[in-house]
């Protein structure tokens, strides 16, 4: 391998076993088939094999303890998801750190590092939305730490992942709202670098194809957040009065949608229908109750924490494992026209 550094990565896929095995075989852990110990030393000293110093952090025992990564803890999503993460850990021995990158690729890098330095046994991550470039990740592969995506995963990453019918959630929503008479529906979007903001605005939009609405230059806005949709909706409704629903890609800017709505005294539903998606504890405490989709996130993180467990204790190299849980809309007053 002329020009090229060897990785753990490279040991195992020429022994056909798993990263995580080749670590735990350089660790010396007694878990280890002592033969498989020894044919993983003796390749590591055949190809010259040099731990750069991340990895030299990794080569001493489990550590029990796995890291986790997340956009931003003050979403209720994200904390449901840590409960599931933690109840299923916690069960089986192990404790977790928790990260967040507040958005920031730079400061999920830093994350990265820092758990890696930590001597972490896995990760579990929720990509930050500014993440665009992935020398990170790809680092915690060559390193041979097992790692989960969920909800936002790493589409350039071979890893396991917990993802929710993003697609079929934002399609039924906004069915909801055409059955319940909307006739101009926009959508605020999320960022398209990321699977669940495409897969959303592609829901909506196939919805409003099926029924043959029209799709006008300003159906989709680039909105995720509460304060943007604050400030939007006077714009886009002072251009546009004829708007009568919204679904907005997440419950926060939902809400923000709302307050915008009722500051213009426009009534909801009866003048504009609204839906969201997550199902966080802001959606029942709404006036009126927020419609929105069940992303189930306590499950969620039971399931992630559950594939990490299973990569981390076998010792083969299975293929990486994609887990799609099911959608539920869960429909309130805010899109429901009497």
Same mark, same amino acid.
């Given at each position: /391998?002329?020009? !090229? ?5 490279? %040991? ?7 990263? @995580? ?25 055949? /190809? ?6 991340? =990895? ?6 489990? @550590?029990? %303890? ?23 850990? *916690? ?18 890098? &830093? *994350? ?40 936002? $995963?790493? &589409? ?13 959630? =934002?399609? *039924? ?22 699977? %669940?903001?495409?897969?959303?605005? *592609? ?25 943007? =949709? ?9 251009? !546009? $009065? ?15 949608? /709302? %307050? ?9 539903? @009866?003048?504009?229908?609204? =839906? ?8 029942? /405490? ?27 204790? @076998?010792?083969?190299?299975? &293929? $990486? ?18």
């Amino acid at each position: /391998m002329r020009g !090229h550094q060897v990785t753990i990565k490279d %040991i195992a896929k020429m022994l056909h076993i798993s990263p @995580s095995t080749v670590s735990r075989a350089l660790k010396d852990h007694p878990d280890i088939n002592p033969q498989t110990k020894k044919n993983v030393q003796d390749l590591a000293k055949q /190809m010259n094999y040099k731990p750069n110093k991340v =990895a030299l952090s990794l080569l001493q025992q489990e @550590s029990k %303890i796995i890291g986790v990564i997340i956009p931003e803890i003050i979403h209720h999503f994200f904390s449901t998801v840590i409960s599931g993460i933690e109840k299923v850990a *916690n069960d089986a021995g192990y404790h977790i750190i928790i990260c967040q990158s507040n958005e920031s690729y730079l400061k999920e890098v &830093e *994350n990265v590092q820092a758990l890696l330095s930590s001597n972490i046994d896995g990760f579990i991550i929720s990509m930050a939305k500014t993440t665009t470039r992935f020398e990170h990740f790809k680092n915690i592969e060559e390193v041979g730490v097992p790692v989960v995506f969920f909800d936002r $995963p790493c &589409e350039e990453i071979k890893a396991d992942r917990v993802i929710v019918e993003d697609y079929n959630g =934002a399609y *039924n929503a906004t069915m909801h709202l055409i059955e319940n008479k909307c006739k101009n529906i926009v959508h605020f979007a999320g960022p398209q670098n990321l699977a %669940i903001g495409i897969d959303r605005r *592609n829901g909506f939009l196939d919805a409003l194809k099926e029924k043959r609405y029209p799709i006008h230059d300003y159906t989709i806005q680039y909105c995720d957040t509460f304060k943007h =949709a604050q400030h939007l909706i006077p714009e886009l409704l002072l251009v !546009h $009065p004829e708007i009568d629903g919204v679904f907005a890609v997440n419950d926060e800017t939902a809400v923000g949608a /709302m %307050i915008a709505i009722k500051k213009l005294n426009k009534q909801i539903p @009866s003048d504009i229908a609204v =839906a969201g998606f997550t199902n966080s504890f802001i959606s029942y /405490m709404t006036d009126p109750e927020l419609t929105t989709v069940d992303q189930k996130g306590y499950e969620m993180g039971q399931s992630a924490a559950q594939l990490l467990l299973n990569r981390m204790q @076998s010792y083969d190299d299975f &293929e $990486p494992v994609t887990k799609t849980l099911n959608t539920e809309l869960i429909i309130r007053k805010s899109s429901v026209r009497i």
